[in-house]
């Protein structure tokens, strides 16, 4: 992890992962401060790769804020080539705004977690996360970091 020096925040971080039961790894990187396009070409490589055993999908554009995304199916041994899909969006808003929707559906609906991310998996991300930002020496403000609430003298 690389921290702001103005700030302590976690600029830049990289986690290895190891899955005991498949004996595989997964490498998740992220940075704040890496443009999508560097070079301020329209023909900039995906900002996001999602790789699989089913294909891959890239992402193009802010990560926070996607324009176009290209699905890439893997063909099967002999068989010809299944076609590639670019799709291209027009998005509403910036950031996080599909995960605040998804939120506000549940809340509205009286669902206490998404038919998505079920509540276990946001707690297993939450874990990994949480132990990464403690290795890392990386602590919130305690108003940010309490789990209780109301947060008493703020």
Not at 20 to 31: E, K, L, R, S
Request: aromatic share 6%; net charge negative.
């Amino acid at each position: 992890m690389t921290k702001y020096h103005l700030t302590g925040a976690d600029e830049s971080t990289s986690i290895i992962m190891t899955f005991p039961v498949t004996q595989t790894h997964g490498i998740a990187t992220t940075n704040l401060r890496v443009s999508h396009d560097p070079d301020n070409h329209s023909s900039a490589g995906p900002a996001i790769r999602i790789q699989g055993l089913k294909g891959e999908i890239q992402v193009f554009g802010p990560a926070a804020r996607p324009e176009t995304y290209r699905v890439i199916p893997v063909s099967a041994p002999g068989e010809p080539k299944t076609e590639i899909k670019n799709v291209t969006r027009s998005i509403p808003g910036h950031g996080m705004f599909w995960e605040a929707d998804e939120c506000a559906r549940c809340i509205r609906d009286g669902k206490k977690e998404s038919e998505g991310m079920s509540w276990e998996e946001s707690c297993v991300i939450m874990d990994v996360m949480d132990a990464v930002r403690q290795q890392n020496d990386l602590v919130y403000p305690a108003k940010i970091e309490s789990d209780e609430y109301p947060l008493e003298g703020f």
